[in-house]
């Protein structure tokens, strides 16, 4: 039975998400992950904190556990090798495939070193969706994209490689519980719960986060 471990980062929605899609496609189980740092600041923390909540509910639709961890130390070096240790813990402990949203800035490509490094890669999934538009599908390859965007833009208006859409599974995967509760305790993570009550009343307006509330507003301003 094939077993997944999704590596949530920006990608915190089930609609259109391709790194989920293909994570439950052909697999029983599945777990998923996000990392907080405490570099988050405390107004982007709570609208953060209220994103993952509203996944977790979207995740448990499909019987997927999402485990919110927080990495320690402050400096980036600890919290990348933190990372990639857990989930090199959480896929190799659980056979698990590694699915996860490839990123560019230099923090997440050290993680996805460090953890590459020591997993199998037929076992390592990674996905590009920050654009609508398929890399593989460009008249160019990614390592050679015009220097200006107007050039780029000639060549892709009018047949434009947009990625198809993708949508959650409508079946329910089997519970991963009984793993989930002995890995956390074996790796020795910290997860960090979800609760209403972590959105503050000190700020003059109320946070509306997570993808429910980003489809609203889209439907409110285009629509």
Not at 125 to 130: M, P
Request: glycine share 4%.
């Amino acid at each position: 039975m094939k077993k997944s471990l999704i590596w949530f980062r920006n990608d915190l929605r089930t609609r259109d998400n391709r790194t989920l899609a293909a994570a439950t496609a052909d697999t029983q189980e599945a777990v998923g992950v996000y990392f907080l740092t405490s570099s988050n600041k405390t107004m982007s923390r709570l609208f953060l904190l209220q994103s993952l909540r509203s996944l977790k509910e979207q995740l448990n639709k499909m019987n997927i556990l999402l485990a919110v961890i927080e990495l320690p130390g402050s400096s980036y070096d600890t919290q990348c090798s933190a990372a990639a240790e857990i989930l090199f813990q959480f896929s190799t402990i659980g056979s698990r495939d590694l699915y996860f949203t490839a990123e560019e800035n230099d923090v997440d490509a050290q993680t996805e070193t460090l953890f590459c490094k020591k997993l199998d890669p037929k076992k390592v999934h990674a996905f590009h969706q920050r654009t609508l538009l398929e890399e593989t599908g460009l008249p160019f390859s990614s390592t050679q994209l015009p220097p200006i965007f107007t050039d780029f833009r000639k060549a892709v208006e009018f047949t434009p490689p947009v990625a198809p859409e993708t949508h959650p599974i409508s079946r329910q995967l089997n519970s991963a519980q009984p793993f989930w509760s002995r890995i956390l305790g074996e790796v020795g993570a910290q997860e960090i719960f979800l609760h209403e009550n972590q959105e503050s009343s000190s700020f003059p307006f109320q946070i509306q986060a997570g993808e429910d509330a980003a489809l609203r507003r889209l439907e409110e301003y285009f629509f």
